[in-house]
Structures are given as structure tokens and as C-alpha cells.
């Protein structure tokens, strides 16, 4: 292990350490972040846990039942930047997208004119830079959404945090509506509706980076 990745993970340890000594002696900790202040210059990814994140869409049929899916195989990071902001990185496989209770509406998501995994496997969001305090107060989360060949800038909305540790001790939870039409996701079109609900609910590994 080299020196930089070395001081990246002796920063992050003493920063956890320091929250939990707060914690038992009842001190109020100063910063609302556990994510602990970096050197200068350098910057941090910390990878989401994969047993505790979860992934997943809505979309009505044009008789208002409600059709839910997920993606159960995903990957992705928080890294902190330089500056004290943050940054998300989301990737989900579109072929080993399940639609719950269904094999039908399963084989019509990976499909041509859903998400068409055979040609476009992946979908990604990258999200612009924020400030660590959108997780713990909520707020609008931009970024730049990449599915079926197409990207575009789509804003999500990040639910308050229900703990002091959000992403450790509870989920960041983040919903946004997507129009699947500008995306060139028009199949069904006479079955399904054109908008598209996404949700994520975001763990991150302790003491994991990248």
C-alpha cells in the first residue's frame, strides 16, 4: 500500500474514532460529517455497500397500476473532493434489472424498447458537486443521468437525513422523475407511462475507499 492511499485511510479511521469518542462522552462533535477534513489538494472516494444500497424504479401502466422495479446489480462511490464538497457516482447493470412479482414486465425492462441491455448495459448518474450539508437538510441534487445512449441533466430530490451520520447510522434517500421519451425509451408506449420514478437509498462501507 503507498503512502498516499496509507494517509487517506489514517485520516478516515481518526475521523470515525473521533465521532465515536464524541458519542460516548456526550459531546456535541463540531462537524456535521463524519467524513473527516483531508490534506490539502487530495481527494476521497468512499464506495457504497452493495448489501445495504438499494436501486429502483416506478413507472404506472396507463390503467394506474403501479409497476416497481430494481437493479440489483449496482456499484458506486461518494468522493470527497479538494474543496469539502461531495460528489456521487451511480452505475447500474440495465440486464440484471428485475420488475418485482413479474417475469413479463422483467423481460420488457431489459428490452428494446425499455432499457435495451443488450446494447446500452449500463446506466449512469454522476452527480455535479454539493455540499455536505444537502444530505443532512435535503435539497435538489443535480447531475447528469446517462441511459440507453442519451445524456441528460436531471435533478433529484435528497429526503432530510434521519440520524446525525447519514449514508453510516441510515439511508440518504434521493427520488426523481425522469421522462423516459427523452431518452429514447418509447416502447409500450400505449401500456406504459411516459414518466419514470427513480429512488435510491444510499449506505457507504465503513472504512471502505477506493
Same mark, same amino acid.
Given at each position: 500500500m503507498?503512502? =498516499?492511499v496509507? &494517509?487517506?485511510i489514517? @485520516?478516515?479511521? &481518526?475521523?470515525c474514532l473521533?465521532? @465515536?469518542?464524541?458519542g460516548?462522552?456526550?459531546a456535541t462533535?463540531? &462537524?456535521r460529517s463524519p467524513v473527516?477534513?483531508l490534506?490539502?489538494?487530495t481527494s !476521497?472516494?468512499?464506495?457504497?455497500?452493495?448489501g445495504?444500497? *438499494?436501486?429502483?424504479?416506478e413507472?404506472?401502466t396507463? @390503467?394506474?397500476?403501479r409497476v416497481?422495479g430494481?437493479f440489483?446489480?449496482?456499484?458506486?462511490a !461518494?468522493?470527497?473532493?479538494p474543496?469539502?464538497r461531495q460528489q456521487?457516482?451511480v452505475?447500474?447493470?440495465t440486464g440484471a434489472v428485475?420488475v418485482?412479482g413479474?417475469?413479463?414486465?422483467t423481460e420488457? &425492462?431489459?428490452?428494446?424498447?425499455?432499457f435495451?441491455s443488450t446494447? *446500452?448495459?449500463?446506466?449512469?448518474?454522476? =452527480?455535479q458537486?454539493?455540499?455536505?450539508?444537502?444530505v443532512?437538510d435535503?435539497?435538489?441534487?443535480r447531475?447528469?443521468l446517462?441511459?440507453?445512449?442519451? =445524456?441528460?441533466?436531471?435533478?433529484?430530490?435528497?429526503?432530510?437525513?434521519?440520524?446525525a451520520?447519514?449514508g453510516w447510522?441510515?439511508?440518504v434517500?434521493a427520488?426523481g422523475?425522469?421522462?423516459r421519451?427523452?431518452?429514447g !425509451?418509447?416502447g @409500450?408506449?400505449?401500456?406504459? =407511462?411516459?414518466?419514470?420514478r427513480?429512488?435510491m437509498?444510499?449506505r457507504?462501507?465503513?472504512?471502505?475507499?477506493?
Amino acid at each position: 500500500m503507498n503512502r =498516499s492511499v496509507s &494517509a487517506r485511510i489514517h @485520516w478516515l479511521c &481518526a475521523g470515525c474514532l473521533l465521532a @465515536w469518542v464524541a458519542g460516548a462522552t456526550g459531546a456535541t462533535p463540531r &462537524a456535521r460529517s463524519p467524513v473527516p477534513a483531508l490534506p490539502p489538494g487530495t481527494s !476521497l472516494d468512499l464506495r457504497f455497500d452493495p448489501g445495504l444500497s *438499494h436501486f429502483g424504479f416506478e413507472v404506472r401502466t396507463r @390503467w394506474g397500476i403501479r409497476v416497481e422495479g430494481r437493479f440489483p446489480d449496482h456499484g458506486g462511490a !461518494l468522493t470527497i473532493l479538494p474543496d469539502g464538497r461531495q460528489q456521487v457516482h451511480v452505475r447500474l447493470a440495465t440486464g440484471a434489472v428485475e420488475v418485482d412479482g413479474s417475469d413479463k414486465y422483467t423481460e420488457i &425492462a431489459r428490452g428494446e424498447g425499455f432499457f435495451d441491455s443488450t446494447r *446500452h448495459p449500463v446506466a449512469e448518474f454522476i =452527480s455535479q458537486p454539493y455540499r455536505p450539508e444537502l444530505v443532512h437538510d435535503g435539497g435538489r441534487l443535480r447531475g447528469r443521468l446517462t441511459m440507453h445512449g442519451t =445524456s441528460r441533466m436531471e435533478t433529484f430530490t435528497v429526503a432530510p437525513a434521519t440520524c446525525a451520520r447519514p449514508g453510516w447510522e441510515c439511508d440518504v434517500v434521493a427520488t426523481g422523475v425522469v421522462e423516459r421519451d427523452r431518452y429514447g !425509451l418509447d416502447g @409500450w408506449r400505449l401500456a406504459l =407511462s411516459d414518466k419514470v420514478r427513480f429512488n435510491m437509498r444510499v449506505r457507504l462501507q465503513e472504512g471502505e475507499t477506493e
